[in-house]
């Protein structure tokens, strides 16, 4: 990586890396020098020394502010070390808003709140551009990791509700209704070769997946289910658009646990968690899918995201089985 490039920090909570902040961090390695726990903490050294490197010879700080983010003392602490290398003319700090508001944001860091952010529900391509153009012009004065003008703020309300026009024009159209058609089908590709994959390189945990789709009415629909040990399943249900409008159409994430009654042969599936997901279809013809909190996910992010709670379950059981 080439040493001129500007050096970024990324700081965040724990809770936040699936599915944003990994795949950010992977994003802006493209085009800057990151730090990164999972790049740049080396295998036993020490996590203090290696974060105040960090915070000591970067150019710019990425904060992902999140709820989890406001109740760590790590966080806080690594905030606290790029507040102290800004100046009146030198803004180092770059705020992503990851599911939270102004008021939440205000509540934490009012100086915060006043600093243009990006916003992680608006996908990590759109992150990235942000950092990109804010390096690019943070060294003009009251320049664009401030808050900058009432006027500039005007023009991105007014952009953000043309976005918003031509996004709803496209949703109610057989064009829209194409385009997350064949995102559904790109998504349920991705998680078919995943569990292809896992089910090779992990032989012990028995993964097997069945695919399958049912002509319905209104809507048809289409189902992946992937199966593991200890009776967890995950289950991707989506409902597909209809011809001229992408109404009806959506996700469900489900993973299951088919728990077997001791005394007796029946069996019981137990909900473990849901995860709903409805498209959001872009101005410029993009697909991305958004949960109940608002947040946007790329295809192979929500692929990701699913094989991850798979895991998570399994990892559980088998933790459990292991206590007994």
């Not at 724990?14 to 730090?35: G, I, N, Y």
């Not at 953000?160 to 057989?174: M, P, V």
């Not at 049912?214 to 629909?221: I, K």
């Amino acid at each position: 990586m080439n040493a001129a490039l500007p050096k970024l920090f990324l700081s965040h909570a724990t809770e936040d890396k699936v599915p944003f902040v990994r795949d950010l961090a992977a994003a802006l390695s493209l085009s800057f020098r990151v730090w990164f726990d999972e790049y740049s903490l080396p295998p036993g050294g020490s996590i203090f020394q290696s974060i105040s490197a960090g915070l000591a010879s970067c150019d710019f700080g990425i904060v992902v502010l999140s709820k989890p983010f406001f109740t760590k003392k790590w966080t806080q602490a690594e905030l606290g070390g790029l507040f102290a290398r800004e100046s009146a003319t030198s803004r180092r700090i770059i705020p992503v808003w990851k599911d939270v508001g102004f008021e939440e944001v205000r509540d934490f860091s009012p100086i915060l709140a006043d600093r243009r952010a990006a916003r992680a529900s608006d996908g990590v391509a759109a992150v990235v551009s942000f950092v990109s153009e804010a390096i690019e012009m943070a060294h003009q004065p009251d320049g664009f990791v401030h808050t900058g003008t009432v006027a500039t703020r005007f023009a991105e309300l007014s952009n953000e509700l043309q976005s918003l026009q031509t996004s709803r024009a496209l949703s109610e159209s057989a064009e829209g209704a194409k385009l997350v058609m064949r995102e559904q089908d790109a998504l349920f590709g991705l998680m078919e070769h995943q569990a292809k994959r896992l089910a090779a390189e992990a032989p012990q945990l028995a993964l097997k997946h069945t695919r399958r789709e049912f002509q319905c009415s209104p809507n048809n629909m289409i189902q992946l289910t992937v199966e593991a040990r200890g009776g967890i399943k995950l289950i991707l249900e989506g409902t597909r658009p209809a011809k001229n409008s992408v109404d009806r159409a959506r996700f469900v994430l489900d993973i299951f646990q088919i728990r077997r009654d001791r005394s007796a042969a029946d069996t019981k599936p137990v909900n473990l968690e849901t995860h709903p997901f409805t498209p959001d279809v872009a101005g410029g013809g993009g697909v991305l899918w958004r949960d109940s909190r608002g947040t946007k996910y790329q295809s192979q992010q929500l692929c990701d995201f699913a094989f991850q709670r798979l895991y998570e379950n399994i990892e559980r059981w088998h933790r459990e089985a292991s206590a007994h």
